[in-house]
């Protein structure tokens, strides 16, 4: 196979090697979550499903990055939808300063909400339905049968 910039570039392998760099940070995070005393011997700790998000994350860039198709068009980015990207970015940021104050359950919903309006769905049977019915079910399966404990917000804890 020849390389030349068309088959190295490509919108692929520049996302895979993003993604490689992403999980070999969060693998080296992972290392530094703190145990209970006694975990240490445990088969599942605070580290484990991490650390096995981040072997399964090296394993698929990696395989992203070996079976990569070159682009047509030169260079990795060429029409991508940047303003897209950003507001991603933004509803991310909105949603971690959201959290704290809202609350999982109404913080996570109007973040699919904003997510889903951004993507171009605006049927609102959609955007609620496919929003509080499934944060709904997934705190109540992490409240009540995992017991996780999810901060309610301050909004919450004021009144």
Do not use: H
């Amino acid at each position: 196979m020849k390389f030349n910039s068309d088959s190295l570039l490509s919108r692929d392998r520049v996302g895979g090697v993003i993604f490689l760099i992403f999980c070999l940070v969060y693998g080296y995070q992972t290392t530094i979550i703190p145990l209970f005393p006694g975990d240490e011997y445990e088969a599942f700790t605070a580290r484990t499903l991490p650390w096995m998000l981040t072997i399964a994350g090296i394993f698929l860039s990696l395989l992203l990055i070996t079976t990569a198709q070159p682009n047509t068009k030169s260079g990795a980015v060429l029409g991508f939808d940047w303003r897209l990207l950003i507001s991603f970015i933004l509803l991310m940021i909105a949603y971690g300063f959201g959290l704290t104050w809202l609350g999982f359950v109404l913080a996570t919903s109007l973040f699919l909400i904003a997510g889903f309006w951004v993507l171009g769905e605006r049927r609102k049977s959609v955007l609620f339905g496919a929003s509080f019915p499934f944060v709904t079910v997934f705190w109540l399966l992490l409240t009540k049968v995992l017991d996780i404990y999810l901060e309610p917000g301050y909004l919450f804890l004021s009144l």
